[in-house]
C-alpha cells in the first residue's frame, strides 16, 4: 500500500485548504482512511476519518465544524477540506490507513500505513 498526500502550502489566516490522498495498493483492507496533523514539538493530532465501506465521517474536537473529510472509493481518494484556518491549524498534515476493526481509527499509534505529510502554514 502507498498513501501520497497533496494539497496544502502557505495561507493567510481565514483562507480555506484543501488536502488530496491518493491510495494504491489493497485498498479493499482499509477500514478507515485519515488524516492527523502534527505541529512543532506537539503530539500528533486526530482531524478526520472516513470509513472505507460506506463513507461516515468522524471529526477532531479541534476542527469540528470547519472539516469536512470525503472519499472516493472509485478513484481510492480522500480529500480534506478545511475553513476558517488559524494559525493554529499550521502543522504538518498526514494521510494514514487503518486496516483494524475495533473503532480505533483516531488513535495514530493504531494506523498501519502512512503518506508523506504535506504542510499547511497559516499566516496571521
Known amino acids: 500500500v502507498q498513501l501520497q498526500a497533496s494539497g496544502g502550502g502557505l495561507v493567510q489566516a481565514g483562507d480555506s485548504v484543501r488536502l488530496s490522498c491518493a491510495a494504491s495498493?489493497?485498498?479493499?483492507?482499509?477500514?478507515?482512511m485519515g488524516w492527523f496533523r502534527q505541529a512543532p514539538g506537539k503530539e500528533r493530532e486526530f482531524v478526520a476519518a472516513v470509513r472505507w465501506s460506506d463513507g461516515r465521517t468522524d471529526y477532531g474536537d479541534s476542527v469540528r465544524g470547519r472539516v469536512t473529510m470525503s472519499r472516493d472509493a472509485a478513484k481510492n481518494t480522500v480529500d480534506l477540506e478545511m475553513v476558517s484556518l488559524t494559525p493554529e491549524d499550521t502543522a504538518v498534515y498526514y494521510c494514514?490507513?487503518?486496516?483494524?476493526?475495533?473503532?480505533?481509527?483516531?488513535?495514530?499509534?493504531?494506523?498501519?500505513?502512512w503518506g508523506q505529510g504535506t504542510q499547511v502554514t497559516v499566516s496571521s
Open positions: 495498493g489493497r485498498t479493499l483492507d482499509f477500514s478507515h
Open positions: 494514514g490507513a487503518y486496516l483494524g476493526l475495533d473503532g480505533r481509527h483516531f488513535q495514530w499509534s493504531r494506523y498501519d500505513y
